[in-house]
């Protein structure tokens, strides 16, 4: 097999049941670049970028190859923020949500959000049928996650009690193409804050430490504000690399949760 | 396998490996090399053509994706032998220096003019930050486009 453009889902699905060593192809922002500097050589590319079941859109289900363009137009508050952050005009026509699950990078952009909203990866093979997998189960280390090897994600499905205050921030060396130092989105819903951080762990976190902390303070003043962002900055787990250092991380941490409370504060 | 498309309204095909990128199939088997290699990681935008209407970074694209696509390059933003305004603008001001990053930059052009007539410059500096000049700093590039903007707002 070389290449499969599929353009429903039963067809990739065949096509991934077939060949489980084939490589799934959403928008090559990230598959391309192996090809193109790593001299690396698919043993057959299913391309899933206009299959017709993942580009479906709506409130509680994003298809897995919407891309960046189409989700910065979209409803969810920070999901709009963060898209629109991503790359650049022609990375965001190609680049897709699903593609940034699969990929499962640290820095993914998109998976600190999906953890805000409690949000599961819908995947399906041809054999087994669907499946929904909760987000911190789906990701399990630097690009790792638990996706077997005949599944295809189809979607994200964003629950019911998804808050509708939501705000999204990062740190990076400057604003376009450029891969965030920290990431950061802060959610308020019935239940409280939710706060989540991309690019300070193996997979996106929750600070559950910090939102309890915060959901339990009889008051938003000051000193709560800055326990909070102490708190953050502690759970975080950061390493040094050639982007950063993990101090800086961990302090960056809690200026943007911090921020993003506030903001979901005035909200 | 065999991949048929159309570039700059023509009906075009190639032999390819699936996985290979369009750019090397514009340039290596096409005979098509307005479209410039340079980063091959889809960050300086000198490669950028126009696909089924979306502009985009064509090393990033697997050609075996593009089965009926209809593909605008470089080459076929001038219209019949006349320069389409935004090659005139950036002629007009200057806008090149050693030329790698023009391709990129007048396809990106084409496209903004093509959605928006009259872009402000928050919107062409938006536009302009998937291409990378490291000669002009994009002043020159910054007035032409803004030129061009106010000349039909």
């Not at chain 1, 450029?178 to 950061?184: H, L």
Request: net charge negative.
């Amino acid at each position: 097999m070389d290449f499969v453009a599929a353009l429903d889902l039963e067809t990739a699905l065949d096509a991934k049941a077939e060949h489980p060593e084939a490589e799934l192809l959403a928008g090559g922002t990230d598959l391309m670049v192996e090809v193109n500097l790593a001299h690396h050589r698919p043993h057959g590319v299913i391309s899933v970028r206009r299959c017709s079941e993942l580009l479906e859109l709506d409130e509680h289900r994003i298809g897995a190859a919407v891309t960046w363009a189409r989700l910065e137009r979209g409803t969810h508050r920070a999901l709009a923020q963060l898209a629109r952050t991503i790359g650049s005009p022609q990375i965001r026509a190609a680049g897709t949500l699903g593609g940034n699950v699969a990929t499962a990078s640290p820095a993914g952009d998109g998976l600190p959000w999906i953890a805000a909203m409690n949000g599961g990866i819908e995947v399906a093979s041809r054999d087994r049928g669907g499946r929904l997998i909760p987000w911190d189960e789906f990701f399990v280390g630097v690009k790792e996650t638990t996706l077997a090897p005949d599944e295809i994600i189809t979607a994200i499905v964003v629950p019911d009690d998804a808050p509708s205050v939501q705000e999204f921030a990062k740190v990076g060396v400057r604003n376009a193409m450029v891969i965030a130092t920290v990431s950061c989105v802060v959610a308020r819903g019935e239940d409280g804050f939710r706060v989540a951080l991309g690019s300070v762990a193996p997979t996106p976190i929750r600070a559950t430490s910090a939102e309890t902390m915060l959901n339990g303070a009889a008051s938003m003043d000051e000193s709560v504000l800055a326990e909070f962002a102490r708190i953050v900055s502690d759970e975080v787990r950061p390493i040094t690399d050639h982007r950063s250092t993990e101090a800086y991380r961990r302090h960056a941490s809690g200026v943007l949760a911090r921020r993003l409370v506030e903001r979901c504060l005035a909200a | 396998m065999i991949v048929t498309f159309t570039i700059n309204g023509e009906d075009r095909g190639a032999t390819v490996a699936g996985w290979e990128s369009l750019l090397t199939v514009l340039r290596d088997d096409l005979g098509l090399a307005g479209s410039k290699n340079a980063c091959e990681q889809g960050e300086c935008g000198s490669c950028s053509v126009i696909i089924d209407g979306e502009n985009v970074c064509s090393c990033l694209i697997m050609v075996g994706d593009l089965e009926g696509a209809a593909i605008t390059t470089v080459e076929g933003i001038a219209i019949e032998g006349e320069l389409h305004p935004i090659q005139e603008a950036i002629l007009e001001e200057g806008g090149v220096q050693c030329g790698f990053c023009t391709p990129g930059f007048v396809v990106t052009g084409a496209h903004l003019f093509g959605d928006d007539p009259s872009p402000d410059e928050a919107t062409i500096r938006e536009a302009f930050s998937g291409n990378i000049c490291r000669c002009t700093g994009y002043g020159a590039l910054l007035r032409a486009f803004g030129q061009l903007a106010e000349g039909e707002s």
